[in-house]
């Protein structure tokens, strides 16, 4: 009996489990008087999902890479990348959504070029992907000019408007975007057997060698989509800022990076879930938002981002300790 | 044995309990050790004896439960404090720090100092005379453990116990990847040790290996201690019965099998990382042995045909086509299949469910319109996990949780489970207990009968002779002679190995095993 | 200071003004004046920049979240002429008025338009410089990062103005960026002096740029033998000027900026008529000038209070 | 016979090999006509040196954290916040010796906290690291009031000038210190315990544990270490500016962590060495350097830059593959 109210107890935990620390943050904010009845509307909200959307598609991908035991470093220059080819094609009078398809093809490249390296090379995905940092923000620089690219307007800067123009959307159509992407990549980690080999890949890649798993193949296909959803990312920026810019995204990677780690990614690999990341993107843009409307300076912000940082994962840690 | 009696115990543990989560994995066990007395800790796979060494070192913390050390409370709150209170152990899976040479290894956490420095020639006299006494002086103390075989991966774990000068020993497995002369060596040292008045916990499942060195034993089961008492007329199958519950009638059990054509043959293959080229042929229904000592180049010959290590010469042929060039995964679709002696390493994804790791190499029948069929893929799981006895609290459950030998199950399973019609064993049995172990030799038997063609690379000279149709000896990375199992015996294939020639009169016979 | 939408001045009217980033002194004099404003008038206001310095998505998410805050008024230095337009039509059609101040912002969904004229103070740099090195020489144009608009068309006031007006002179280095931060812009121009230790003059658009141009200078003893103009103020800036090391700074009036994007938001709410455009104006500080009192002012601004 | 002159040969390769990107980055410039006379003068192979004073120091400590099997993401706040922390002394009146030890403090206090983060709640460095990496940086602005600090010029400003005052030195003492720091880490690492510890948690921290290591005193040791040569560094930073700016080496921990990585650590612990370190240092400055010499754009020397770390570190493991 009780052993299995214990059980109930601990599944519940890991249901809910991922999203404590998102509570908590919400919860924090709700509670300050000064911004409680702005913080919880609907718009609000909505803005902060809005504002996700970059850093979400961003941390789709990485995910993979990350659970395949690897990193991708050129995550945030690659979306300034995809960022200026996108204007740049619109500029240039291509169709909207050729554009779209071709920025999100740059980043795919630029993945499949960091996948090539990693496994034809045989080095250490930190140092190709950084390599492929300053390679891919020269590249945005010098297509665009040194400049941000101002295009003209089109349907793809409604990507991103937080009124949608089919209102029953409801959201921004980039924010379905993220949940369609996200629905499937979970699916397809979980229920097919490319999901299986990249966890196996990440959990021990001798092992999945020795299974028959094409490990070269698994990471240049984990850093290809990952590429991709650079790609889409960079499509949203440009959506956003309506300009192509390529100095956007500065040390988005970490941010990233950071979602991915504490939705409970392991960077050495074989662990981390879609669910989980989505939860850390939020709990990072709930926080500045919040922080943003308390009017707190930004020093104070960063400090206190950093230590939610900790103590999210530490939070995450200790529930995976108990069970 | 007068040590026995004589002197109080060394160590003395009562009422120790741990449980991990749900499983209880030592149930208010007890023994006592006394000074230059070897104690024999046996039972079955996931009985519990690491987990009570671990205990007994520091690396793991009881949930209740006291120990004594020369009559004094005894706590460890680590392996460090273990050691320091003279308990040393050698632990069943390898813990060797893979960057650090051999004499770094060995002389990890206690390196000498002199003036604040490291005295390095202090050291390297040290392992010297460790590496001598071992009888593998030819082991470079330059060398990074990383770039070892398992076998001298062992014997660097032995030696780095050996150095302390401790006065308990565990040994947990010391002889699984050992050749029988290193591990003839080690019993030589163990006595050694007893006349220092070191106490020794031994733990084996080679029972033999147990009753020739072990003074007294202990028997657990499922975390219980059944039975103990002195091993001075105990015979195996009283063992045997205490571990498991029963008598066993068989330990090689052969299942008649008849040998078909030839399935794989090796013609001159040479791999990147073999001395020499080899050339055998296997065929269906038929069990090869392949015996050598350590680092005779044996588990090179199997990553070479498994297309793990690259091909320099030579041909493999697989039912008729050439396997050269080919990559495991191709390998495993003309199905081969290959269990690799370093399971912790590169046998299994620790970190994964046991069913990720029995089906990994083999997800296809469980895929149906693109998506993976989880529940079928769980049940057909949890009935390998039944027909294996495997110990393990169902199919989700990580792999780093199960015992030693439950693990090796786990990795063996996935080759049956792949349906191979080539199985490639290296050191199959390494770890498994008795009962589990002839178990096992019966399916090896089954598959034979089935058709299928196994490579049983093993340093267990018995159960080659037990169970194979021919055997293979292999000396310094070369193939000496095959000849079929009726052919040869223990002292002949020990002769072979060790010297790297036969005896003589008898004849090799490549073509028509028995 | 909770409050929703209502006739302003019934409750305290809530300001936000955002800059491009909060730790160049530039920024701390807006700061000031903004406060400064905002004691006069009795309004409340939240300063606050991107998290990243000149990170334009950033700013547009600050910009949004003070939107879903509800003030009653933004003053905004936007970080693109362009990107930023959304963000400030969302907030006009939410009812909140926005003043841009410091760089320009396309489209007229603002209010007012509260800036210098960065074009013309490049010209008044290049000017300076041709005019000290006699119409012959060699120089740097040192710029400061790719994509920041106010220091684009500084750069491009100078260029212009030194190709059309003085011939004469040749630009060693047109297209290097001296980077975000003080040290990047010391290696920069260190190196560059390295390769053109001859160099007769150097152009640098902002301050953290001029002051890592500055340190080179000094370390290669090339500080005062080099004609150097360089951009806004800084104590260190100063000392360089009165030393003979720095021949001009184009300074701006950023105290005033700040004080009027306020005082303009203020009047807006209040109903009254504002100016579409507002300029605060540029002025060359030089060894000569720097102790008249208008220039002192600006090169060294007072002790402000601010309280963050 | 043959063999031993292999061994020779293999060693060679061992002893110069790690110079052999350097070598390669030297010569690449030194062989444009265009620059290579002031390329390959000794003042500017003096500044080249001087710049590198910085991101070497931080390496110091960077390379003992990644031997160790982490990473220490706050290197580069740690140095801002230190330069700010100097400045803030020095400004407050306090002896310039005083504020140099506060500020070197400083920088190991923050590298205490990481090392007990690590430690004591079990985290991943990448983690503990980040969230320090928000919170030093929004300290050091915070205390530099969001702005510059600037401090009266004192000896200490001396210590990273390119012609040092005893003309004797040669060298500004910034650099000396690095050469007497670089000397005395090999020779820890090599010939200390604590050393041999440091590999030995790297290469399989279990392991050591077993053997009775004190990882976890090793672990906080060396990031304690490394926060100290943080603090150094930005010692030099305000030595360098003379002013403490807060906003100082932004994203320079990638800058660090690419040097030791190129100069063969392993970011899986266990590999890594102080020579390799500082080659990896100067490849970098040479590159940059080299590079603005030859008035490449500034997007242009990102890609060069991008693609030479690929390269070193493919070189650098070609080698290893050969013996
Ligand atoms: N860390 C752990 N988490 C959960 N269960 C564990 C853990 N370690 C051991 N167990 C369980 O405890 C039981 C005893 O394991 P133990 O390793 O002591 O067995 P053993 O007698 O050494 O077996 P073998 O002969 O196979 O080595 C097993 O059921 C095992 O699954
Ligand atoms: N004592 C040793 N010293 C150094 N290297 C060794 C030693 N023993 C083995 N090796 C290395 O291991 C290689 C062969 O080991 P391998 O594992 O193939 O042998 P094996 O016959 O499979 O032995 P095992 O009985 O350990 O399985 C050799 O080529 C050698 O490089
Ligand atoms: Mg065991
Ligand atoms: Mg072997």
């Known amino acids: 009996m009780s052993r299995r109210r214990q059980a109930g107890v601990s599944r519940a935990l890991n249901v809910f489990g991922p999203f404590i620390g998102l509570i908590l943050v919400i919860a924090l904010f709700a509670l300050i008087p000064e911004v409680q009845g702005r913080f919880l509307r609907a718009a609000n909200f909505k803005s902060v999902a809005t504002q996700s959307v970059i850093v979400a598609l961003g941390a789709l991908g990485m995910t993979l890479v990350i659970i395949s035991g690897g990193i991708d470093l050129s995550a945030a220059s690659n979306i300034a990348l995809a960022s200026v080819i996108t204007a740049y094609a619109i500029n240039a009078g291509a169709a909207p959504l050729a554009a779209v398809v071709l920025g999100v093809l740059t980043g795919g490249l630029v993945g499949l070029a960091n996948g090539g390296l990693v496994t034809r090379l045989r080095l250490v995905p930190f140092i190709v992907t950084m390599g492929m940092m300053g390679i891919a923000r020269g590249a945005a620089k010098w297509i665009a000019g040194n400049q941000k690219i101002d295009a003209p307007m089109t349907w793809v800067n409604e990507l991103m408007a937080k009124s949608p123009r089919p209102s029953w959307l409801l959201l921004a159509p980039g924010i379905w975007l993220v949940i369609i992407f996200a629905v499937a990549l979970a699916v397809a980690l979980r229920y097919t057997v490319f999901g299986r080999h990249i966890y196996a890949v990440g959990s021990n890649e001798a092992t999945a060698r020795l299974c028959g798993v094409r490990t070269d193949r698994v990471k240049v296909l984990v850093y290809a989509v990952s590429g991709l959803f650079c790609g889409l990312s960079g499509v949203m920026e440009f959506s956003r800022l309506t300009v192509g810019d390529p100095t956007v995204a500065v040390g988005l990677e970490l941010d990233i990076i950071a979602a991915v780690v504490i939705g409970g990614g392991s960077l050495s690999g074989g662990e981390g879930s879609i669910l989980g990341t989505l939860v850390g993107v939020l709990i990072m843009s709930f926080l500045r938002n919040g922080c943003t409307m308390m009017g707190w300076p930004n020093y104070i912000q960063e400090i206190i981002i950093g230590a939610i940082i900790i103590v999210a994962v530490a939070l995450d840690r200790l529930r995976h300790r108990k069970d | 044995m007068s040590a026995v009696a004589a002197a109080s115990p060394v160590l003395r543990m009562t009422g120790v309990t741990k449980r991990f989560g749900a499983t209880v994995a030592l149930d208010d066990v007890g023994f006592e050790l006394a000074r230059g007395e070897v104690h024999a800790l046996i039972g079955e796979n996931g009985a519990g004896k690491s987990t009570m060494m671990k205990i007994l070192s520091g690396a793991v913390a009881p949930d209740a439960g006291r120990m004594e050390i020369d009559g004094r409370p005894y706590a460890p709150s680590g392996p460090g404090d273990g050691l320091r209170s003279g308990v040393s152990m050698i632990y069943q899976e390898l813990t060797l720090a893979p960057h650090l040479t051999v004499e770094e290894n060995i002389m990890l956490g206690r390196e000498v100092r002199a003036a604040g420095w490291l005295d390095r020639k202090a050291m390297r006299g040290k392992v010297r005379e460790v590496l001598e006494l071992v009888r593998h002086p030819e082991i470079s103390p330059d060398v990074p453990v990383g770039r070892l075989s398992i076998g001298a991966k062992q014997l660097v774990e032995i030696a780095r116990a050996l150095v302390n000068r401790s006065r308990i020993l565990v040994m947990d497995e010391p002889t699984s990847s050992l050749s029988q002369e290193d591990s003839q060596r080690l019993f030589e040292i163990v006595r050694g040790l007893k006349a220092q008045d070191v106490g020794v916990v031994y733990i084996s499942h080679f029972l033999e290996e147990v009753q020739r060195v072990a003074d007294s034993y202990t028997v657990l089961r499922d975390g219980r201690s059944v039975g103990s008492g002195t091993m001075e007329g105990t015979a195996l199958e009283d063992l045997i019965e205490l571990m498991v519950g029963r008598t066993i009638t068989r330990l090689f059990p052969r299942v008649e099998h008849a040998v078909g054509g030839p399935i794989l043959s090796l013609d001159r293959l040479k791999g990147a990382r073999m001395a020499a080229p080899v050339t055998m042929s296997l065929s269906r229904g038929e069990i090869l042995g392949i015996a050598g000592l350590v680092g005779a180049g044996r588990t090179e010959l199997l990553r070479a045909v498994f297309g793990l290590d690259e091909i320099e010469g030579g041909a493999a042929v697989v039912s008729g086509a050439v396997l050269a060039g080919l990559k495991p995964w191709g390998a495993i679709r003309r199905g081969l299949g290959l269990l690799s002696e370093d399971r912790q390493g590169e046998g299994l994804a620790l970190a994964l469910s046991v069913a990720d790791n029995m089906t990994l190499s083999d997800l296809g029948p469980y895929r149906r319109h693109g998506l993976l069929d989880v529940a079928r893929q769980r049940r057909s799981v949890a009935g390998w996990i039944g027909k294996l006895a495997i110990k393990a609290k169902g199919p989700g459950q990580t792999v780093r949780d199960l015992s030693g030998g439950n693990q090796q199950k786990v990795a063996l399973a996935r080759l049956l489970h792949q349906k191979a019609s080539v199985l490639l064993l290296d050191e199959p049995t390494r770890g498994i207990d008795v009962v589990s172990k002839s178990q096992i030799y019966e399916w090896i038997g089954e598959l034979a009968r089935e058709g299928k063609a196994v490579l049983f690379v093993s340093s267990y000279l018995p159960e080659l002779l037990g169970i194979c149709d021919r055997i293979a000896v292999f000396h310094r990375g070369a193939m000496v002679e095959a000849r079929p199992a009726s052919a040869w015996d223990a002292a002949g294939l020990m002769a072979a190995a060790t010297m790297g020639r036969t005896s003589g009169q008898e004849r090799t016979d490549e073509r028509s095993p028995s | ?308």
Chains 1, 4 share one sequence.
């Open chain 3, 1 to 308: 200071a909770e409050r929703a939408s209502g006739p302003p001045g019934a409750e305290t009217v809530t300001i936000a003004v955002i800059p491009k980033g909060t730790t160049h002194e530039f920024w701390k004099s807006i700061h000031a004046g903004a406060d400064r404003a905002a004691r006069e008038l009795g309004v409340e206001i939240y300063w606050k920049g991107p998290q990243k310095e000149d990170d334009r998505a950033q700013q547009i998410t600050v910009v949004e979240d003070f939107i879903s805050r509800g003030v009653d008024g933004i003053v905004l230095a936007p970080l693109d002429d362009r990107a930023l337009m959304r963000p400030v039509r969302d907030a006009v059609r939410e009812g909140i008025p926005v003043v841009i101040i410091d760089s320009a912002l396309q489209g007229g969904d603002f209010t007012s338009y509260v800036a210098t004229d960065n074009y013309q103070g490049g010209v008044l740099a290049a000017r300076r410089l041709g005019g000290l090195l006699g119409g012959q020489g060699r120089i740097f144009l040192i710029r400061y990062q790719e994509g920041s608009a106010s220091t684009v068309q500084r750069e491009a006031g100078f260029y212009d103005t030194v190709t059309a007006e003085f011939p004469a002179i040749e630009l060693l280095v047109k297209d290097q960026y001296a980077g975000a931060t003080t040290e990047t812009a010391y290696q920069l121009a260190e190196n560059l002096i390295s390769r053109f230790p001859d160099v007769d003059g150097v152009f640098t658009p902002n301050e953290s740029s001029t002051f890592g141009t500055l340190r080179a200078l000094q370390e290669s003893r090339l500080a005062g033998r080099v004609v150097f103009v360089g951009f806004d103020s800084s104590p260190k800036l100063v000392q360089g000027l009165r030393d003979g090391e720095i021949q001009g700074l184009v300074l701006q009036d950023p105290d005033k900026m700040g004080y009027l994007g306020v005082k303009t938001m203020v009047a807006h709410l209040r109903g009254e008529p504002v100016e579409k455009v507002i300029d605060t104006g540029v002025v060359l500080a030089t060894r000569e000038n720097m102790d008249t009192p208008e220039i002192k002012a600006l090169l060294t601004p007072g002790p402000t209070a601010i309280d963050d």
